[in-house]
């Protein structure tokens, strides 16, 4: 529908002047995926309401860069340094175990290597996006997930979690047929080292 708009209007400056604040946060709410490889580096990442450091440039966990992203052609126009939200030191090392080993399942199971994950660190809890989408002629579909830790005081054993799985389905040959999914869920995970923490999370959250 967008692109068809996009092709009646022919003018991207009115249709962004109007449109971008529907489109950010339409892309947020969908995870929409940020790749690119530019000269001031690379980013693989997300596009949510935890990294937004300001409209348009988000923040990548992941290389500790900031990246400026255009919400109507959905690329990333630029790569810069960043600069993350304060978290404590504990917490940001579970992040980055954790986000090792979500990496390294999304490579296994993921649908020809499509989806992308990113584990966010805010003070003293954990948020984990992951977004996943398959589009082929007359068929589409879209996985997201979001996940969040919250640890108690000094960090200790258990964690407690609350997620939600989203799931989209729109088949359009000989007709018009859509599926949306939610589920929710809650658990705590048990843990005595930032690597346990990892490989019991991500073992509940399959």
Same mark, same amino acid.
């Given at each position: 529908?967008f ?12 249709l962004?002047?109007h ?7 339409y892309?947020?709410d969908?995870?929409?995926?940020a790749k690119?490889s530019l000269d001031a580096?690379?980013?693989s990442?997300l596009t949510?309401n935890h990294?937004?450091v300001?409209p348009g440039?988000?923040?990548d966990?992941k290389t500790d860069?900031?990246?400026a992203?255009?919400?109507? !052609?959905?690329?990333?126009?630029d790569? %810069?340094a =960043? ?5 404590n030191?504990t917490?940001?090392? &579970?992040r980055?175990?954790l ?5 390294s399942?999304?490579d296994?199971h ?9 584990v ?7 948020v984990v996006c992951?977004?996943s989408?398959?589009f082929?002629?007359?068929?589409t ?9 919250q640890f108690?005081d000094?960090?200790s054993?258990?964690a407690q979690?609350?997620?939600?799985? !989203? ?5 359009? %040959?000989? =007709?018009?047929v859509q599926?949306?999914?939610?589920k929710?869920?809650? &658990? ?10 990892a490989?019991s ?6």
């Amino acid at each position: 529908v967008f692109n068809a708009v996009r092709v009646l209007l022919d003018d991207d400056k009115l249709l962004q002047d109007h449109a971008i604040t529907i489109l950010r946060r339409y892309n947020k709410d969908q995870f929409q995926q940020a790749k690119a490889s530019l000269d001031a580096g690379e980013v693989s990442s997300l596009t949510t309401n935890h990294n937004e450091v300001k409209p348009g440039l988000h923040y990548d966990p992941k290389t500790d860069k900031n990246f400026a992203f255009d919400h109507l !052609k959905r690329a990333v126009t630029d790569i %810069e340094a =960043g600069t993350g939200p304060s978290s404590n030191n504990t917490v940001n090392s &579970f992040r980055i175990k954790l986000q090792e080993k979500l990496d390294s399942y999304l490579d296994q199971h993921y649908y020809l290597g499509n989806g992308i994950g990113v584990v966010f660190a805010q003070d003293n809890k954990l948020v984990v996006c992951v977004e996943s989408h398959h589009f082929k002629k007359f068929l589409t579909g879209r996985w997201r997930s979001e996940w969040t830790v919250q640890f108690g005081d000094n960090v200790s054993s258990p964690a407690q979690v609350k997620g939600q799985i !989203k799931i989209q389905t729109h088949l359009f %040959e000989d =007709g018009n047929v859509q599926l949306i999914s939610t589920k929710s869920r809650e &658990f705590s995970v048990d843990f005595t080292d930032a690597d346990s923490f990892a490989t019991s999370m991500l073992t509940k959250m399959k």
